[in-house]
């Protein structure tokens, strides 16, 4: 599991981008998180490694719990995604917590004019981890 910290993920894999072409990817290669941004097209513009501390990854965890996310599901889709879709992934295990979901123009708890307040506190632990 990386380098020792407890609560690292078993996997971690986030995607949430603009139909306009601008992205974020975020991935665990089992040491750090690494970001890739896009400003479009399918080759980052900018790449960073993070190293999230443990008690980033606690306050993360914690707030997936409260918010509800492994009962997400599977999908969401708007029945109006043709023009200026936002698209986003999640796919998180860590021990026996799975998450695995996605969407187009709509997020868990409803939302297809915008990320729901679900999906923005879910945002919000994300940039926890980036912050280190």
């Not at 750090?32 to 513009?45: A, D, I, M, Q, Y």
């Not at 995604?81 to 295990?93: D, E, H, K, L, N």
Request: aromatic share 14%; glycine share 14%.
């Amino acid at each position: 599991m990386g380098s020792g910290i407890s609560n690292q993920p078993d996997l971690f894999e986030f995607y949430y981008g603009h139909f306009d072409g601008s992205s974020c990817h975020a991935k665990w290669n089992g040491n750090c998180l690494v970001v890739e941004r896009s400003r479009g097209g399918n080759l980052p513009t900018a790449s960073r490694e993070v190293t999230p501390s443990e008690d980033s990854w606690n306050t993360f965890w914690n707030r997936v719990g409260e918010i509800g996310c492994p009962e997400w599901e599977p999908e969401y889709f708007s029945a109006h995604g043709c023009c200026g879709t936002t698209y986003w992934s999640v796919r998180i295990a860590k021990g026996e917590l799975s998450i695995s979901s996605r969407g187009a123009n709509a997020f868990p708890g409803g939302g297809s004019l915008g990320p729901s307040m679900e999906f923005q506190r879910f945002l919000a632990a994300y940039r926890v981890l980036l912050e280190g």
